[in-house]
Each structure stands twice: as C-alpha cells, then as structure tokens.
C-alpha cells in the first residue's frame, strides 16, 4: 500500500509573494503562510502561530501572482516537500515546503479587489 502525502491549511499570507520564471520558463510563487491555533494551559489561553513555505508552480504560480498579496485569507492543498541545499557557506542545508495542488481565496467579498471577484477564486494545477 502506498502512503498518503496530503496538506490542508488554512492561513494569512505573511508577505506578498515573490513571483520568477525558472530559466527553462517555469512560473514559481513563493510566500510565507501563517496558520494559529489557540491553547489554554493552566487557564492562560495562548495563541501559537505556524510558519509554513509554500511554493506554486507553472498556472498556479500565475494564477497566485494574479491575487495573492500579504495579509490574504486563503485555503491551501497540496503536498508535503522536503528538499536540501547547500548555503553560502558551502553547509547542507534541509528546508520542506508546501506545493499546492490547489487554493482558494477565503474571506469577505468586501475583502477582494472588484477584478477578483469577477474571476473564479479556485484554482487548480492540471
């Protein structure tokens, strides 16, 4: 039986999204995504705040470049990627990412741009 390599999150962008092209013309959008969750420990409740790299590629990436920007609420699925680099000082380095499959813009109407809302917010990578 082969495993399950399956993420749902639902987060704020931290950052607008940095957005290149890959020499061979690959689209790729980067960004940091908070996710929080709140615990109460010993009556206290706390607010504990997740980062996590997300990383779109060729008409997700566009499509993310389109509307996404700092701040935004959005629902994200996809997959679980955890690659190694080497630094500027030549150490191997290991960072994992998240590479969506698909996301939706999540939030008030009065939150979009008027562009936004006339385009489907879903989008999927095929």
């Excluded at 092209?21 to 997740?50: M, R």
């Excluded at 960072?95 to 809302?117: H, K, Q």
């Amino acid at each position: 039986m082969s495993g399950v390599n399956k993420v749902i999150l639902v987060g704020h962008l931290g950052k607008d999204p940095e957005f290149r092209y890959l020499p061979d013309n690959a689209a790729v959008l980067s960004f940091p995504l908070a996710t929080s969750e709140f615990i109460i420990k010993n009556g206290v409740k706390t607010e504990h705040t997740e980062w996590h790299n997300i990383v779109m590629w060729r008409s997700l990436a566009e499509a993310g470049h389109r509307s996404l920007r700092k701040g935004k609420l959005i629902y994200v699925e996809g997959k679980c990627r955890t690659r190694s680099f080497e630094d500027k000082e030549g150490i191997k380095r290991y960072t994992t990412e998240i590479i969506p499959e698909t996301f939706t813009l999540l939030g008030r109407s009065s939150d979009f741009e008027i562009n936004e809302l006339l385009e489907n917010v879903t989008h999927s990578q095929k």
